[in-house]
């Protein structure tokens, strides 16, 4: 019964590398999202899909990229990292509105340096 | 857009005394979430609001929502040390996404 799970949980980034966060859901859930997490903040999207092959900007989109090819998957990539980029970042699944609530795993703390 | 205020984003309290977070939501929505987080995990899931009048209680916490004032609140009773944590409300908006408050850091002093 995993749930929501992210990989990496830790990663530390130099400014302009590329990485791509893992996130993966076992629950058959059609909306998938992406949120960040800065220091004493309340979580901002990203990025959400609602279904495989469709994903749509959230309130901070810029510096990243998505791609949803299976239910199951929902991977954020990150082009060229800036320190701005420092954030934790998690990844949520759901049913379709109105049935159930949503799943977050469990975080991936990203440094830029 | 759909704005979601907390207040107050810290409340620092005694043990035993009672206490309320408040948050405020800027359009109509039909779902209001209250979501727990401690220090370096993820969140936990307290309590889903879905009707105007709803009330909801688990052990010293008790959730309601006006969704005529767009309001919600998270009542404390006899607060102790382990209910230290962050709390969020989160709001659903348009295509089901979770907007959230920036958050109320409570710390229970014994």
């Known amino acids: 019964n995993a749930g929501v799970t992210q990989t990496p949980k830790f990663r530390i980034l130099k400014i302009g590398q590329s990485m791509t966060l893992q996130c993966a859901q076992d629950?058959?859930?059609?909306?998938m999202y992406w949120y960040r997490q800065d220091p004493g903040m309340g979580l901002k999207l990203i990025y959400y899909?609602?279904?495989?092959?469709?994903?749509d900007k959230g309130e901070v989109p810029n510096g990243y990229n998505v791609s949803r090819s299976t239910t199951e998957d929902f991977p954020l990539r990150l082009e060229l990292a800036a320190p701005s980029q420092t954030s934790v970042y998690f990844c949520a699944s759901s049913y379709s509105p109105g049935q159930g609530g949503y799943t977050f795993g469990s975080g991936t703390r990203l440094t830029v340096v | 857009e759909l704005k979601v205020e907390q207040n107050p984003l810290f409340l620092s309290m005694q043990e035993g005394k009672n206490y309320t977070i408040y948050c405020n939501y800027s359009?109509?929505?039909?779902?209001l979430y209250w979501y727990r987080q401690d220090p370096g995990k993820s969140l936990e899931s307290l309590f889903v609001l879905l009707s105007n009048g709803a009330v909801k209680q688990e052990g010293r916490l008790m959730a309601s929502l006006d969704t005529k004032a767009r309001l919600s609140t998270l009542h404390i009773t006899a607060a102790v040390h382990d209910l230290s944590a962050t709390y969020f409300c989160?709001?659903?908006?348009?295509?089901?996404?979770?907007?959230f408050g920036a958050g109320t850091i409570l710390r229970v002093k014994s």
């Open positions: 629950m058959n859930h059609n909306y």
């Open positions: 899909s609602v279904g495989a092959g469709i994903t």
């Open positions: 989160a709001v659903v908006a348009e295509g089901n996404k979770l907007v």
């Open positions: 359009t109509t929505s039909d779902r």
